[in-house]
């Protein structure tokens, strides 16, 4: 298998960081931490599981700055780890670490492997008809302003080849919170690779609090008209 390397972001997910790394450990994956500093310890936590298990490591950053940063510092790191795979997740057990090796497995024909909720076979577990309109009408909203045929554009589990991460601007990436991953998408889409979405069930976080905002979504309704009118390098 290509060397892959999770990149997983924490702010405050001390209860939800060792199950996961555990989970992800039969898998033949690295595991990159990007801690924010968290008040909860997270960091030290992330720092003792890097010390035990060699298949983990940790990039410790200043402040919170919104997912989108610490993903590109991520990406930046993994890159010059030499990952020829690098994928996205979220560390709270939304996305479930069995599917880690399908969206690597998809990334053999593609560039792009993007776990979907809005595929057949796709879906969601536990969220109210609230939450479901506002996440449709986002992914919808996405696709129609940028004209693109990605079904689930606010999907925050990926695998990308290395050259996709090498190619599009990671110093441009503007987008700080869930806006990232329609940026992410939409550049590589750009820049002429291919995109697969792979079907994933997704689950409420397992423990801790949702970091999403009005600021976060705020910024997604804003953001992607600029993306659709902007010339991306």
């Not at 069995?98 to 024909?109: G, H, P, S, Y």
């Not at 992914?139 to 004209?147: E, I, K, P």
Request: glycine share 10%; aromatic share 8%; with cysteine.
């Amino acid at each position: 298998m290509p060397a892959a390397i999770v990149c997983l972001p924490t702010y405050n997910e001390r209860a939800n960081l060792e199950p996961m790394i555990h989970a992800l450990a039969p898998l033949g994956v690295r595991v990159l931490v990007i801690d924010d500093n968290s008040p909860d310890g997270t960091g030290e936590i992330a720092d003792r599981l890097a010390q035990e298990l060699d298949f983990v490591s940790v990039l410790h950053r200043e402040r919170k700055e919104g997912l989108g940063p610490a993903y590109v510092a991520g990406f930046r790191r993994a890159l010059a780890d030499g990952a020829d795979l690098i994928l996205e997740m979220d560390s709270d057990f939304s996305h479930d670490p069995n599917d880690v090796l399908r969206l690597i497995a998809a990334c053999e024909t593609a560039d792009v492997a993007l776990g979907s909720r809005y595929v057949p076979g796709g879906g969601t577990t536990d969220w109210g008809l609230g939450r479901r309109v506002v996440s449709v009408g986002g992914s919808w909203y996405a696709r129609t302003v940028l004209g693109v045929n990605v079904r689930d554009l606010t999907g925050g589990f990926k695998c990308y080849r290395r050259a996709v991460l090498e190619r599009i601007d990671l110093d441009a990436i503007a987008s700080k919170g869930y806006a990232f991953q329609i940026e992410t998408t939409y550049r590589a889409i750009r820049a002429g690779f291919t995109v697969v979405e792979v079907p994933i069930l997704f689950s409420d976080r397992a423990a801790g609090q949702s970091k999403m905002s009005r600021a976060i979504v705020l910024e997604a309704v804003t953001r992607v008209p600029a993306l659709r009118f902007s010339r991306l390098r």
